[in-house]
């Protein structure tokens, strides 16, 4: 399994886009990135997958350079209800998840 | 929310004891997942079930243990409870069927288990 590397925590502004990004240098052909959004005492949840270029849905965008060693997550015009962690994970289809520590965002009014 | 559900929601038992949590998974899938998460930490893995068998370990000692049914709900059970055991236990419930990835897996709210 790919290891990845995150920011450990960011602060932003409601109203911002705000940009997370995520290493993974030794991203396997047959993995794909996927980001996790965690409120405090509750589950994770899933908000976007991808394996090349990008990729948009109703919540956020994944931009996922060429190389794919590296990803970002963006969400667009945050707010206050967008304060949580965030986990940044890689791999096959037949992996595990394996999370890490996630970045931890704090939006401020 | 998603459609997986956990009992009990809290949960407190003393050294030494032993727990059986309990995870419904969402309707249609058929693989289940349990994870520790650690205050301030990520979830940690700890074994997956598909189709009643265990399909994947994490580094947990065998006194992890779980059942998957044939209606795909889980159970994780936790022999001579120890206090570093105490964390949120998370299910996870997935579809596993095909060449599209398996990684949404749909969580549940967990169960918090303390041990004193």
């Known amino acids: 399994l790919a290891k990845t590397t995150q920011p450990i925590s960011m602060d932003s502004y409601e109203g911002q886009e705000v940009n997370i990004t995520c290493s993974h240098n030794?991203?396997?052909?047959?993995?794909?990135i996927t980001w996790y959004q965690q409120f405090p005492s509750q589950g994770p949840r899933f908000i976007i997958q991808g394996y090349k270029t990008k990729v948009t849905n109703e919540v956020a965008s994944l931009f996922i350079p060429a190389d794919r060693k590296s990803s970002t997550l963006s969400l667009p015009r945050v707010s206050l209800s967008d304060t949580a962690v965030y986990y940044c994970?890689?791999?096959?289809?037949?992996?595990?998840?394996?999370f890490g520590k996630g970045t931890r965002l704090h939006i401020l009014p | 929310e998603t459609g997986v559900t956990q009992s009990p929601t809290h949960l407190i038992k003393t050294r030494g004891q032993q727990v059986t949590l309990r995870c419904s998974s969402q309707s249609g899938h058929n693989t289940v997942s349990w994870y520790q998460q650690a205050l301030g930490q990520g979830p940690q893995f700890i074994f997956q079930?598909?189709?009643?068998?265990?399909?994947g370990r994490g580094n947990f000692p065998p006194r992890f243990s779980g059942l998957q049914f044939p209606n795909y709900s889980s159970e994780l059970n936790v022999n001579a409870l120890e206090l570093d055991d105490s964390a949120l236990y998370l299910c996870?419930?997935?579809?596993?069927?095909?060449?599209?990835?398996?990684?949404?897996?749909?969580f549940g709210p967990g169960t918090r288990l303390t041990v004193t």
């Open positions: 996870a419930s997935s579809w596993n069927g095909g060449s599209e990835p398996s990684d949404e897996q749909y």
């Open positions: 079930y598909y189709r009643e068998e265990e399909n």
């Open positions: 030794n991203i396997a052909t047959n993995d794909y």
């Open positions: 994970l890689v791999g096959d289809v037949d992996d595990k998840i394996i």
